[in-house]
């Protein structure tokens, strides 16, 4: 399964000691977007890849559903083959 989400993402920022001003800067919160392999979901999140191999997954991601602001899964086969066609 293929999956789009779109979701806001955080960061935890600095480890060093900075002034409130700069604090505030760095917490920003923005709309992120993701395309990979669906491996699977819980109720808490989705958890996918966007690389794969026979027998190993790469570039893993976790993305919390409460963060997610938009969510479109996609069957795999219909997807890659638009893709190959595309690269012939």
Not at 48 to 61: A, C, F, I, K
């Amino acid at each position: 399964m293929i999956i789009y989400i779109k979701f806001l993402d955080h960061s935890s920022g600095s480890n060093t000691w900075i002034s409130r001003d700069e604090y505030k800067q760095e917490c920003i919160i923005e709309e992120c977007e993701v395309v990979g392999f669906l491996e699977y979901e819980d109720d808490k999140a989705y958890y996918l890849t966007t690389m794969r191999s026979s027998t190993d997954l790469g570039s893993g991601h976790t993305i919390l559903k409460s963060a997610v602001t938009y969510v479109k899964k996609m069957s795999k086969k219909p997807v890659l083959k638009r893709i190959k066609a595309f690269l012939n």
